[in-house]
Nanobody, 124 residues
Framework: QVQLVESGGGSVQAGGSLRLSCVVT???????MGWFRQAPGMEREGVAV???????MYVDSVKGRFTVSRDNAENTLSLQMNSLKPDDTAMYFC???????????????????WGQGTQVTVSS
């Protein structure tokens, strides 16, 4: 059974950094992967995606601060988050699309497999 397991969330002050990890278990992973986040009372928002060739796309609000990467040999996906802001506070989810390429727009409906999420809290 294929599963996504996130880790690395926590609490940090504004300006700090966190690194999220997502391990894909049960299969060799070479598909489009993404990070999404959802704050209380808000819709789920796409943050960053990376395709099988490690081409990346980011939502404007995190460009220059967040970096998504993958290690296909280790079946892992990472999100390095720097210069964190209180607005980054949310539950972060990794997700997998059933295609090698990613599409612009970061639509949640494009992704069929989700992890359980890891909480990121940024205080001012």
């Amino acid at each position: 059974q294929v599963q996504l397991v996130e880790s690395g969330g926590g609490s940090v002050q504004a300006g700090g950094s966190l690194r999220l990890s997502c391990v894909v278990t049960g299969t060799r992973n070479s598909l489009c992967m993404g990070w999404f986040r959802q704050a209380p009372g808000m819709e789920r928002e796409g943050v960053a995606v990376i395709d099988s060739d490690s081409r990346t796309m980011y939502v404007d609000s995190v460009k220059g601060r967040f970096t998504v990467s993958r290690d296909n040999a280790e079946n892992t996906l990472s999100l390095q988050m720097n210069s964190l802001k209180p607005d980054d506070t949310a539950m972060y989810f990794c997700a997998r699309r059933n295609f090698r390429n990613c599409r612009p727009g970061f639509l949640s409906a494009d992704f069929g497999l989700w992890g359980q999420g890891t909480q990121v809290t940024v205080s001012s």
